[in-house]
């Protein structure tokens, strides 16, 4: 039986605490736990005699971390330029041992180290590293502390940038991270390609990408900077700052992400006008941490220029002229509005319909699972000659912020889908009729989210 999971999105909690108050994302352990044991019980019930369990991507919040943000090493950069014992190699053990020492993300850890003790069963997991977790693969030191948090064998090897499931000693099912449909946050704007091979050369996925920048620069340095410019004292003494620092820190959460802007502006408490004479030096200093950095500054405008932004868009944010006495509001939410990008499900199914594995007569492959998106999906492809083709998308366990259709108003959701794929000869116990092969797709979404 085949597990899938992604966008768990671990990460450090201590950067961005305000006088040690933590704002955690990472969900409860026991979450984990409740998920696995459901699996476990019904494996009780049915023929699976052993059990793979793929992590596709985004497990570790690498490149988000605002860690980063303390000296002058950044993430974005290609992976080769990364040396073993080299000052940017220590800061990502650093961070990723940062990520691991948090409590809710170590009892979590120790729950994927028991797996096979709790399935009793052979198990093996598989990693695919996503976006925001690439640099897993930087060197050997950083690739065998993140077998070792996850109980994985000892080994310095590359990880594969895709994982192929065999269902009947053939590739049945292919597990993707995602972000390959997304020129954002992928080294190959792939929309240009009419067919994509199951496996893509591995140089793409070490390329820097415009997210790699954003991520960092924007998303991660706004609440830094929030902090700095107030100080942790005021910001918990004055209930309007601490209102919308919490609001900062939940943007990474919001779908679809050029719903960014209203979201900030739709702080409860604070009117549009309010909101935005708080957040005004705040943009202009990142602004200007963006502008004063020379290389960063190109890189800013190569990368946003390589996925098709508007170079007009990009250096409306970094001109001093019109931001001289205040900022414009329509500058940064044009800014916004182009980095948010307009990958949505429906662009996503014309990338996926390039998969040559999906398309092929030859290819045994009839199942696509990827993440990235956030959104828990399961689509047919098509159906002939008795084959039937998925696509699934394996969702986030991260908590979720959703607007609604006009996106003036939202609300929190926590998302938790569940992708078991069962190979030939293996019963799923909730059905009794025989298949080659078969999946369960199940989505549970919990109201609200934790204080």
């Known amino acids: 039986m085949l597990i899938v999971m992604s966008d768990l999105h671990f990460a450090e909690s201590k950067s961005l605490a305000l006088n040690g108050t933590q704002f955690n994302h990472n969900l409860p352990a026991q979450v984990y736990q409740e998920y696995f044991r459901e699996i476990a019980e019904s494996l009780d019930d049915g023929v699976v005699p052993e059990v793979d369990l793929v992590l596709a991507g985004d497990i570790f919040e690498l490149t988000r971390s605002a860690l980063w943000l303390e000296g002058e090493l950044r993430p974005y950069g290609h992976l080769d330029e990364i040396a ?66 996850l109980g994985m064998p000892e ?58 920048i954003t991520t960092l620069e924007l998303a991660a340095r706004l609440p830094k900077v929030f902090k700095d410019h107030y100080s942790d004292a005021l910001i918990l003494k004055q209930v309007p700052l601490l209102t919308l620092y919490q609001r900062i820190m939940e943007y990474d959460n919001v779908r679809p992400a050029n719903a960014l802007m209203n979201f900030l502006f739709s702080t409860p408490g604070l009117s549009r006008a309010d909101t935005w004479k708080y957040l005004e030096p705040v943009f202009k200093r990142v602004r200007d941490d963006i502008a004063r950095d020379v290389s960063l500054k190109q890189q800013f405008l190569s990368l946003g220029a390589l996925v098709g932004i508007p170079l007009f868009n ?138």
């Open 84 to 149: 073993e014992g080299s000052e940017r190699e220590k800061k990502i053990l650093s961070i990723l041992e940062s990520i691991a020492a948090d409590e809710r993300v170590a009892e979590t850890l120790q729950i994927f180290r028991g797996l096979e003790s709790l399935f009793q069963r052979p198990t093996r997991l598989h990693f695919v590293p996503g976006n925001h977790d690439r640099l897993i693969n930087a060197t050997a030191a950083v690739r065998s502390a993140a077998r070792r948090m």
């Open 314 to 451: 990009l250096r409306l944010l970094l001109d001093k002229r019109i931001w001289k006495r205040q900022i414009p509001f329509w500058v940064f939410a044009k800014l916004i509005e182009s980095l948010a990008g307009k990958y949505k499900l429906g662009s996503l199914m014309n990338m996926i319909a390039k998969e040559e594995s999906m398309n092929s007569a030859e290819s045994t492959v009839n199942c696509l699972v990827s993440g990235h998106t956030h959104n828990p999906a399961v689509e047919l492809l098509g159906a002939s000659d008795g084959r039937a083709r998925f696509y699934l998308n394996s969702g986030t366990f991260r908590n979720a912020i959703t607007s609604a259709a006009d996106m003036l108003s939202f609300s929190r959701l926590r998302s938790r889908a569940r992708v078991l794929i069962y190979g030939p000869g293996e019963r799923n116990p909730e059905y009794t009729r025989e298949t080659g092969w078969s999946f369960d797709y199940s989505t549970k979404f919990g109201y609200g989210s934790e204080v």
């Open 155 to 212: 080994s310095a090897a590359p990880f594969d940038n895709q994982y192929l499931h065999p269902l009947n000693g053939q590739p049945g099912v292919l597990v993707r991270h995602g972000h390959e449909y997304d020129p954002n946050n992928f080294g190959v704007n792939l929309s240009l390609e009419s067919t994509l091979p199951a496996v893509l050369p591995a140089e793409w996925y070490k390329r820097p990408v415009l997210g790699d």
